[in-house]
């Protein structure tokens, strides 16, 4: 089973709202990953958490905030959000980076389709 | 620096027939690429990988093929069906690159009935 998934589907939000988005695996995948997508655009790393701690930030505003509560679990929390931001987003889990082996693929979920209003 | 580029924005194939999508990319370090196929709306989905020490890898009608010397990864289908019809993404790692993927900009696959 390869299954990552994803809630909500849909969100659309105000600019002052407060919204979390959630991801979940149960692969006994040990690193996880935010993605954000444009239309016509490769996927574009946002973090990446590895054995539930932050590893890779890639220069993210701080309007995302992500958080890993246990192991088959990512969220990603959003507040004041601009249009701009409105994208497909993309959860994505692998067995580790970490292991010395550049072999994990990583397994996305189906996204949540963002409208910032 | 586009360091993985998928150079055909689109491609428009027979069923039946065989499709090949093509990946040239330019840091040697690379050492792991995959292709994944999307949907639209939908998440990339795992098709197939290769490590660097591999030319070939074959997974039913999926082959990819590793050329080190060119630097360039191909992606055959055989044979296609409409239902191939999506966005094709390369992409490449390597050990120590924090776990980051480079994607291509995609190539769009038509497969015609």
């Known amino acids: 089973d390869t299954e990552v998934t994803q809630t909500p589907k849909h969100l659309v939000m105000g600019m002052t709202n407060k919204k979390s988005l959630k991801c979940e695996q149960h692969?006994?995948?040990?690193?996880m990953y935010w993605y954000k997508q444009k239309a016509k655009k490769p996927p574009e790393l946002m973090f990446v958490?590895?054995?539930?701690?932050?590893?890779i930030n890639e220069s993210v505003p701080s309007r995302f905030s992500p958080e890993c509560p246990n192991s088959s679990l990512l969220n990603l929390h959003l507040h004041a959000l601009q249009p701009e931001d409105s994208a497909l987003y993309l959860c994505?889990?692998?067995?580790?980076?970490?292991?010395?082996?550049?072999?994990?693929?990583?397994?996305f979920g189906p996204g949540t389709r963002l409208t910032v209003l | 620096d586009q360091q993985v580029k998928q150079n055909s924005p689109s491609l428009r194939v027979q069923e039946g027939r065989i499709s090949i999508l093509n990946c040239d990319y330019t840091?040697?370090?690379?050492?792991?690429f995959l292709w994944y196929k999307k949907y639209p709306a939908e998440g990339p989905t795992f098709l197939i990988s290769?490590?660097?020490?591999?030319d070939k890898n074959e997974d039913g009608r999926f082959t990819v093929f590793l050329n080190k010397s060119a630097k360039h990864l191909s992606l055959h289908i055989v044979p296609s069906q409409p239902g191939d019809s999506a966005v094709y993404f390369c992409a490449a790692s390597f050990f120590g690159n924090t776990g980051k993927l480079i994607f291509g900009q995609g190539t769009t696959l038509q497969v015609k009935p």
């Open positions: 692969m006994g995948h040990r690193a």
């Open positions: 290769i490590s660097s020490i591999k």
């Open positions: 840091n040697s370090m690379f050492d792991y």
């Open positions: 994505a889990s692998s067995t580790s980076w970490n292991r010395g082996l550049s072999t994990d693929t990583q397994y």
């Open positions: 958490y590895s054995y539930e701690k932050l590893s």
